[in-house]
């Protein structure tokens, strides 16, 4: 992922990341995540399952909102659409039509 305080470059298989920041000419940071778990999500799962019988108990409140939630999920919709297009994706219309349902004002699809 590239933006404009640099570039993240991950790898998911091996559990790695590189971090550039832009202008920088050396060579990235990288960090090495050593651990992996069966469910290649690195414990995310757990530890989300973990969160939301916290809040089911009552004894925390939930870390993200619906809304931050829904805003990850589509994220990483648009990714994997760019991905298995492979082309750039235009993610307004998908915004568009977000900001009108959490409104309740009618857009067209």
């Given at each position: 992922m590239a933006g404009t305080e640099g570039t993240l470059i991950a790898d998911l298989v091996r559990n790695k990341l590189m971090v550039r920041h832009t202008l920088h000419r050396g060579k990235p940071e990288r960090l090495d995540f050593?651990?992996?778990?069966?469910?290649?999500h690195n414990g995310?799962?757990?530890a989300m399952a973990l969160d939301l019988?916290?809040?089911m108990?009552?004894?925390?409140?939930?870390?993200?909102?619906?809304?931050?939630?829904m805003e990850a999920g589509l994220t990483v919709m648009a990714i994997d659409r760019a991905m298995d297009e492979r082309t750039l994706v235009?993610?307004?219309p998908?915004?568009?039509r977000y900001?009108?349902?959490r409104t309740g004002e009618q857009k067209p699809a």
């Amino acid at each position: 992922m590239a933006g404009t305080e640099g570039t993240l470059i991950a790898d998911l298989v091996r559990n790695k990341l590189m971090v550039r920041h832009t202008l920088h000419r050396g060579k990235p940071e990288r960090l090495d995540f050593e651990t992996r778990t069966a469910d290649a999500h690195n414990g995310a799962d757990q530890a989300m399952a973990l969160d939301l019988l916290a809040t089911m108990e009552g004894r925390a409140p939930f870390p993200v909102t619906p809304y931050e939630s829904m805003e990850a999920g589509l994220t990483v919709m648009a990714i994997d659409r760019a991905m298995d297009e492979r082309t750039l994706v235009d993610c307004a219309p998908m915004w568009a039509r977000y900001d009108a349902a959490r409104t309740g004002e009618q857009k067209p699809a």
